[in-house]
């Protein structure tokens, strides 16, 4: 079995910062993959932030500048450090892991996700 669990959420005023944190695991030998996506109400999930272990990255037009995306791969463990907040970041934030576990060559986990308002 594989958890992922995120946690960081929360309200903000706008221009503020918040910073997220998701670890995965479980029978975990290897991850690959890991990735920060959000959905609003009535909105689709969009991709966020995404960083290979090899430290490729990924970020949407709508958040560079503003988030980073960084990871601990010895501890399973992806952050995003959200600054310069609007309240078009309000979503619940999802985050998602690549993995390959003794149970099954290569998933895709998602945590449960972190609500995140920003207010005007």
């Known amino acids: 079995q594989v958890q992922v669990v995120e946690s960081g959420g929360g309200l903000v005023q706008a221009g503020g910062s918040l910073r997220l944190s998701c670890t995965a695991s479980g029978r975990i030998l290897s991850v690959n993959a890991m990735g920060w996506y959000r959905q609003a109400p009535g909105e689709q999930r969009e991709l966020v932030a995404h960083i290979i272990s090899g430290g490729s990255i990924t970020y949407a037009d709508s958040v560079k500048g503003r988030f980073t995306i960084s990871r601990d791969n010895a501890k399973n463990t992806v952050y995003l450090q959200m600054n310069s907040l609007k309240p078009e970041d309000t979503a619940v934030y999802y985050c998602?892991?690549?993995?390959?576990?003794?149970?099954?060559?290569?998933?895709?986990?998602w945590g449960q996700g972190t609500q995140v308002t920003v207010s005007p």
């Open positions: 998602n892991a690549d993995v390959r576990s003794s149970i099954v060559p290569m998933k895709t986990y």
